[in-house]
């Protein structure tokens, strides 16, 4: 059970850290837009509402497991599953984070863009 309450806690921490940073790169750049902000705020809901299915997925297909005796099975499909979404997730909002570094300071928009460039490449590639 605590491994669910740590993903769900790095995904909203990770979401909480998205926004400030939205918040500091609208700041910097003088852009503030409600429409943006409403619509990022929904998305980190369902990015929440979407690791906790995840994990319940998870509880699931283990008691689903048990009852039809395939308990390595279930174990092992309910963990792909779960950690599979939280790895995306934790990926997209790295990502983002970086992307409003980079716009709210110029200094580090160089590194930013590069380490982006690859990370949308190796995105890209497993998208196929």
Same mark, same amino acid.
């Given at each position: 059970m605590m491994q669910y309450i740590i993903m769900i806690t790095i995904v909203l921490g990770l979401a909480l850290a998205d926004i400030v940073t939205g918040w500091i790169k609208a700041h910097v750049n003088d852009d503030y837009s409600s429409k943006v902000m409403r619509k990022g705020g929904l998305n980190k809901i369902c990015e929440l509402v $979407?690791? *906790? *299915?995840?994990? +319940?997925?998870? $509880? +699931?297909? +283990?008691?689903l497991g048990r009852y039809y005796r395939a308990e390595a099975l279930a174990g092992v499909t309910g963990t792909v599953a779960a950690i599979a979404v939280f790895g995306y997730i934790t990926i997209m909002e790295i990502i983002s984070i970086l992307e409003n570094y980079g716009e709210a300071d110029p200094n580090a928009a160089g590194w930013i863009k590069k380490l982006l460039k690859k990370l949308r490449s190796f995105d890209d590639e497993n998208k196929t």
């Open positions: $979407v690791m *906790t *299915t995840a994990c +319940g997925l998870e $509880v +699931g297909i +283990g008691y």
